[in-house]
T-cell receptor, first 112, second 113 residues
């Protein structure tokens, strides 16, 4: 069935360094790939998303890349700050009518 | 604040009981999604409704059911509760068709004792 894998499950970086989280998906019909950030005890919040007709998207310190051929997509956070510490979830969906399949999450810790 | 509301915030109940979780989507949003998040686990998609009709189904147990009412609020019913049903249950809503972004509510924390 549909599946989204995410690596690593935990990631620690020094403040100011970059962090990269990678995801793979199984359903080649997927064409929407959001990333959510969930701080401890809070709701998931969308931080960036990308659609299949785009290879890369950037928003300030956050960027997402997509390789449809390989069915990979990645989140890049540059100049990390302690407030970036959270669990990050990647996800994939086929259409706005379809369910969104989430990856298992990556716990990011940014060490001051 | 995403504009999605969920009640109650916390719920403690015993095994075998039945509970109802309520979700009010953002004004104008037609889609409602339910997710289960167990301790240290990811987000498990349960079910999606669009304008009152079931649209997609995930790994939702037969003991669980949901519906979306004409005013677009949704309820998730959990019956014959087991200890393993203890989790955070999120509702999310999204706008009209061709829009993917989901806005999550604050969640209902269910504890089954």
């Amino acid at each position: 069935g549909e599946n989204v894998e995410q690596h690593p499950s935990t990631l620690s970086v020094q403040e100011g360094d970059s962090a990269v989280i990678k995801c793979t998906y199984s359903d080649s019909a997927s064409n929407y790939f959001p990333w959510y950030k969930q701080e401890l005890g809070k709701r998931p919040q969308l931080i960036i998303d990308i659609r299949s007709n785009v290879g890369e998207k950037k928003d300030q310190r956050i960027a997402v890349t997509l390789n449809k051929t390989a069915k990979h997509f990645s989140l890049h956070i540059t100049e990390t700050q302690p407030e970036d510490s959270a669990v990050y979830f990647c996800a994939a969906s086929k259409t706005s009518y379809d369910k969104v399949i989430f990856g298992p999450g990556t716990s990011l810790s940014v060490i001051p | 604040d995403s504009g999605v509301t969920q009640t109650p915030k916390h719920l403690i109940t015993a095994t075998g009981q039945r509970v109802t979780l309520r979700c009010s989507p953002r004004s104008g949003d037609l889609s409602v999604y339910w997710y289960q998040q167990s301790l240290d686990q990811g987000l498990q998609f349960l079910i999606q409704y669009y304008n009152g009709e079931e649209r997609a189904k995930g790994n939702i147990l037969e003991r669980f059911s949901a519906q979306q009412f004409p005013d677009l609020h949704s309820e998730l019913n959990l019956s014959s509760l087991e200890l393993g049903d203890s989790a955070l249950y999120f509702c999310a809503s999204s706008p009209r068709t061709n829009t993917y972004e989901q806005y999550f509510g604050p969640g209902t924390r269910l504890t089954v004792t």
